[in-house]
């Protein structure tokens, strides 16, 4: 059964940074892509990254651009997001999500809330 | 980048047939797969069609996805309405670099 359980969600104030976590099991990890998808309290659906099996490559929305890094580490059947420079619109629930051919989320974690607040 | 439109909200009687629309706003909608999602409060999304038209397994055939390029559009359509099918439903296309989500569909089943 494919498992994914994301961890590392909490309070941090603006400016602050914050790592998120994604345990994946149930399948071989390092054949799919993954990605980050956020949801802001009470709105819609936000794709955030993609990292490409071996994690050569690498993508973003606008948004978190040079704030956010999504990484993973194959060994541990882990993926990553370390975000920086935190602001109050980071503010959502995380979700982390197999991609299957990059651009379909087959299967989805339960997420973890990031708020971001003074 | 492009933007996908959803109408805010959709609702219908049990038992009939309602279409959830998801326009693309440039470039074609046939040049890259449109997947739909389904989201009951407080749950994580689940795919009930990808590439288009397929259904995973385990989704009933009441669901159906199809585009229509004259429209640039995609649609979900979900026929024989019951209650437990009231949820958020998100369309989701992609280019070569970017993923992006319509803003969703509340749809309410009355």
């Known amino acids: 059964e494919v498992q994914l359980v994301e961890s590392g969600g909490g309070l941090v104030q603006p400016g602050g940074s914050l790592r998120l976590s994604c345990a994946a099991s149930?399948?071989?990890?390092?054949?799919?892509?993954m990605s980050w998808v956020r949801q802001a309290p009470g709105k819609g659906l936000e794709w955030v990254a993609n990292?490409?099996?071996?994690?050569?490559?690498?993508y973003y929305v606008d948004s978190v651009k040079g704030r956010f890094t999504i990484s993973r580490d194959n060994a541990k059947n882990s993926l990553y997001l370390q975000m920086n420079s935190l602001r109050a619109e980071d503010t959502a629930v995380y979700y982390c999500?197999?991609?299957?051919?990059?651009?379909?989320?087959?299967?989805w974690g339960q997420g973890t809330l990031v708020t971001v607040s003074s | 980048n492009f933007m996908l439109t959803q109408p805010h909200s959709v609702s219908e009687s049990p038992g009939k047939t309602v279409t959830i629309s998801c326009t693309r706003s440039?470039?074609?909608?046939?040049?890259?797969?449109v997947q739909w999602y389904q989201q009951r409060p407080g749950s994580a999304p689940t795919t009930v069609i990808y590439?288009?038209?397929?259904?995973p397994s385990g989704v009933p055939d009441r669901f159906s996805g199809s585009i229509d390029s004259s429209s640039n559009s995609a649609s979900l359509t979900i026929s024989g309405l019951k209650t437990e099918d009231e949820a958020d439903y998100y369309c989701?296309?992609?280019?070569?670099?970017?993923?992006?989500f319509g803003g969703g569909t509340k749809l309410t089943v009355l």
């Open positions: 999500a197999r991609a299957v051919a990059y651009y379909y989320f087959d299967y």
């Open positions: 149930g399948f071989t990890f390092s054949s799919y892509w």
């Open positions: 990292i490409k099996q071996d994690g050569s490559e690498k």
């Open positions: 440039s470039g074609s909608i046939a040049s890259n797969y």
């Open positions: 590439e288009d038209n397929q259904r």
């Open positions: 989701q296309s992609y280019d070569s670099s970017t993923v992006v």
